[in-house]
Structure formats: structure tokens, C-alpha cells
């Protein structure tokens, strides 16, 4: 399978609760991108990486989300203290560079915070 | 303003229409603009780039203003499959959605 592969698919958190996704990207692709769906919204930005570097963080991103790259290949995205509203998909997606041959899209991690 | 702005629907159209997608953006440094489509609980995935001069894939057609900063996508003699939500994305680095249209094609 040579597509952007996420883990787990789904995953249910009792509130207060640490999480971590992965994400495997696509092995040529040096852009690596986080983003939360809510249902009925568009995906939203939450970070993204060139390689091991991080080059911008959401704003909307409270302390609590932390992303790595650390050798820039796979990714994770750790959640701590989760609340509630943390309940989304997150998705990731890689590219190439500037992305001019767009993006590909994993299969996304659902989020339940109960 | 928004980043990425898109009609709001849903679309609720007969099958065999013609059906246009509208779009604007905000960043006139955007380098790069695709259309998505997203299936209900599934990933986006690329439906089409858009070019300055305009493209064309079988039924879809993808136009770009850049002075206007306005995408649009047009899908002809529509499908019942064609049902989704048509998410429009420019990218000037990182990519920004726009909220997304849903679409319903009515046999």
C-alpha cells in the first residue's frame, strides 16, 4: 500500500486522558499536514512539516497538541488532557514539496472524548 | 473574511444537470488550487487541480480567476455517484479548505 496510512482508525477517551495518532506518509513526500473535520465543516489546519521541521502551528492549537516528525518520515500527534470538544477526525495528508501535485489524504483517526 | 469561502448549499439537483460550484479566496500570494471531494465519513480526496487557463476531465471543468481570486467547478450531465460534499482548497504552503458544498443528486 504506497498511500498515507493513519492509526488507529478510531479511537474512544474517557475525558482527562492522553492520546497519540500516527500518520505514515507517503515515503517520497517531504510535506506532512495535520488537520481536524468536524461534521458539517471543512478540514481545518492544525500544523505541518518539511521533512523533521515543523514549519507552522495553528493558532487554534491550544498547549495541550503536540506534533513530531522526528526523522522525517512517519509523524504523530499526541493530545493531552483531552476535553470534549477534542471529539473530530484528524486527518493527515502528505505532498511533495509545495504541494502543486496535491495532496493525498489518509484514511483519518475519529476521535471520541466521552 | 474567510481564507476560503464556498457557496453554502447543499445542492439538491436532478440527475442529467448541470451543476456549478463557486469559490473565493483571500490570499492573492495562493499558488496552487484544487477541488476535493469528500464522501460521507471518508477522506477528501483530489477530484482536480485548477489551472489559469482552465481545465477540463470528462464532465468536470475547473476554472481559476486570479484577479478576481475566484475558483469554480462545473460538473455536466450529473451522476447520481456525483453525491458528495465538492471542498475547495488553495494553498499558498500550508492548504486551507473552504467549509465544503454538499451536493445531492435527485434520481
Known amino acids: 500500500d504506497t498511500g498515507v496510512s493513519q492509526d488507529p482508525r478510531h479511537k474512544i477517551t474517557k475525558r482527562g486522558q492522553n492520546v497519540t495518532f500516527r500518520c505514515d506518509p507517503i515515503s517520497e513526500h517531504n510535506r506532512l499536514y495535520w488537520y481536524r473535520q468536524t461534521l458539517g465543516q471543512g478540514p481545518e489546519f492544525l500544523t505541518y512539516f518539511q521533512n523533521e521541521a515543523q514549519l507552522e502551528k495553528s493558532r487554534l492549537l491550544s498547549d495541550r497538541f503536540s506534533a513530531e516528525r522526528p526523522k522525517g518520515s512517519f509523524s504523530t500527534l499526541e493530545i493531552q488532557r483531552t476535553e470534549q470538544g477534542d471529539s473530530a477526525m484528524y486527518l493527515c495528508?502528505?505532498?511533495?514539496?509545495?504541494?502543486?501535485?496535491?495532496?493525498?489524504f489518509g484514511s483519518g483517526t475519529r476521535l471520541t472524548v466521552v | 473574511r474567510k481564507e476560503v469561502e464556498q457557496d453554502p448549499g447543499p445542492f439538491n439537483v436532478p440527475e442529467g444537470a448541470t451543476v456549478a460550484f463557486n469559490c473565493t479566496y483571500s490570499?492573492?500570494?495562493?499558488?496552487?488550487f484544487f477541488w476535493y471531494r469528500q464522501d460521507c465519513r471518508k477522506e477528501p480526496k483530489l477530484l482536480m487541480s485548477v489551472y489559469s487557463s482552465g481545465n477540463e476531465d470528462g464532465r468536470f471543468t475547473a476554472q481559476l480567476n486570479r484577479a478576481s481570486q475566484y475558483i469554480s467547478l462545473l460538473i455536466r450531465d450529473s451522476k447520481l455517484s456525483d453525491s458528495a460534499t465538492y471542498l475547495c482548497v488553495v494553498s499558498d504552503d500550508k492548504i486551507i479548505f473552504g467549509k465544503g458544498t454538499r451536493l445531492h443528486i435527485l434520481p
Open positions: 495528508a502528505s505532498s511533495l514539496a509545495y504541494g502543486f501535485y496535491g495532496y493525498t
Open positions: 490570499n492573492s500570494a495562493s499558488q496552487s
